[in-house]
T-cell receptor, first 114, second 115 residues
Framework: AQKITQTQPGMFVQEKEAVTLDCTYDTSDQSYGLFWYKQPSSGEMIFLIYQGSYDEQNATEGRYSLNFQKARKSANLVISASQLGDSAMYFCAMRENSNYQLIWGAGTKLIIKP | DVKVTQSSRYLVKRTGEKVFLECVQDMDHENMFWYRQDPGLGLRLIYFSYDVKMKEKGDIPEGYSVSREKKERFSLILESASTNQTSMYLC??????????????FGEGSWLTVV
């Protein structure tokens, strides 16, 4: 079964609009971490934001915020005031406790239109 | 800032050649990882290392080996490259242990083509 689901294969958004990228996850662990990464066409994988399962506040990093709804097992990434440079693939990932590995979603391709 | 550096961005190798992909991190991280990324298959873990000279197989270790002689350096080796190993390879590192909060930081990727 899919542990990380990103239901949007692609999105087009107008520049300066806010955008929400969906991510749902499945785990039986009580302790886990959720991560978002950005991958531009150049290939590097850039860490954006992290949310721990015990964190009560939603994580924020500049224009990025994570809408964490634990009961619904969702961890959506919100990008405020989108910019052309935000065009990239975005991956949601989860790290369960006592596990070295990250479990990856399939990614969402975001294209920002001028 | 964390810096993970992969020695080669683009390589073209012939079938049967031995290929070395080098990765260096400057954050004194204990854990290091090698992934490959293919369209439609996502990121798949090849090997990881949690300490010098220690290694663990990931999901797709066949056809690959690794070496970690120094803490900052983790090498991926293709003993005899094949065309199905044409892919993008990503190295990563993180602090030690298995805490779910240890962020994994990636290098820029190495695009390998085997002809």
């Amino acid at each position: 079964a899919q542990k990380i689901t990103q239901t949007q294969p692609g999105m087009f958004v107008q520049e300066k609009e806010a955008v929400t990228l969906d991510c749902t996850y499945d785990t039986s662990d009580q302790s886990y971490g959720l991560f978002w990464y950005k991958q531009p066409s150049s290939g590097e994988m850039i860490f954006l934001i992290y949310q721990g399962s015990y964190d009560e506040q939603n994580a924020t990093e500049g224009r990025y915020s994570l809408n964490f709804q634990k009961a619904r097992k969702s961890a959506n990434l919100v990008i405020s005031a989108s910019q052309l440079g935000d065009s990239a693939m975005y991956f949601c990932a989860m790290r369960e406790n006592s596990n070295y590995q990250l479990i990856w979603g399939a990614g969402t391709k975001l294209i920002i239109k001028p | 800032d964390v810096k993970v550096t992969q020695s080669s961005r683009y390589l073209v190798k012939r079938t049967g050649e031995k290929v070395f992909l080098e990765c260096v991190q400057d954050m004194d991280h204990e854990n290091m990882f090698w992934y490959r990324q293919d369209p439609g298959l996502g990121l798949r873990l090849i090997y990881f290392s949690y300490d010098v000279k220690m290694k663990e197989k990931g999901d797709i270790p066949e056809g690959y080996s690794v070496s970690r002689e120094k803490k900052e350096r983790f090498s991926l080796i293709l003993e005899s490259a094949s065309t199905n190993q044409t892919s993008m390879y990503l190295c990563a590192s993180s602090w030690g242990g298995t805490s779910s909060g240890n962020t994994i930081y990636f290098g820029e990727g190495s695009w390998l083509t085997v002809v």
